[in-house]
């Protein structure tokens, strides 16, 4: 019997690190993020809707999608990010679901991973068995997020309070990953739960 899990986290909880050691012990993982990269490329039915919705302006010459000028939109302007969601996610869950059926029917992995860091917030809990979530205390978060992305502290704090919580995630998991403490930690906590399922 084939395990669907859904992987998810905070920002800079680390969701990413626990997805490559899941990779490296056996786990078909399909990453949301490379898909939703994937269905706003150039000749994408989607990139020609957002042009329609959003205009010519959020291209760039090449034809591809401006991402920084999207990305500046969408986190200024909720509606704006509705519209964008409705053109994408569809044919995210769609490729997702695609994915899931591929690897049941023509992979030998036991264990299939979705990791996707808006699992919840986009009802796609619905497509896993059960769902783990990765969490890190929040100073732990604006360490990880000033460092890695330069970000100011302001910017960090504003970063982790535009998502749902990891409390209000909680009730959502089924198992809770605390990445608090070394890699190496991590790593004997992901091999123990791996222990479960293979």
């Keep these: 019997m084939k395990k669907v899990i859904g992987l998810t986290g905070g920002i800079a909880c680390g969701k990413t690190t626990v997805s490559n050691i899941l990779k490296e012990l056996g786990a078909f993982i399909i990453d949301a993020d490379k898909i939703a990269r994937e269905v706003v490329k150039k000749g994408a039915p989607a990139l020609g809707e957002i042009a329609s919705e959003f205009g010519d302006s959020y ?4 034809g591809e999608l401006n991402r920084k000028k999207m990305g500046e939109l969408v986190f200024s302007d909720s509606e704006a990010l509705t519209k964008l969601n409705k053109i994408t996610h569809p044919q995210i869950v ?5 994915e899931i059926k591929w690897s049941k029917e023509n992979s030998n992995y036991r264990v299939i991973i979705v990791d996707a860091a808006l699992l919840i917030e986009n009802n796609l809990t619905e497509l896993v068995d059960e769902l783990w979530l990765v969490t890190a205390s929040e100073s732990i978060q604006i360490n990880r997020l000033v460092k890695r992305d330069n970000f ?43 222990q479960e399922y293979k």
Aim: aromatic share 4%.
């Design 59 to 62: 291209l760039l010459t090449n």
């Design 94 to 98: 769609r490729k997702i679901q695609n």
């Design 152 to 194: 100011t502290e302001t910017e960090a704090r504003l970063r982790i309070d535009s998502q749902m919580t990891l409390e209000e995630k909680k009730k959502f998991a089924d198992n809770i990953i605390d990445n608090s403490g070394s890699l190496e930690r991590l790593n004997e906590t992901i091999k123990s739960l791996w």
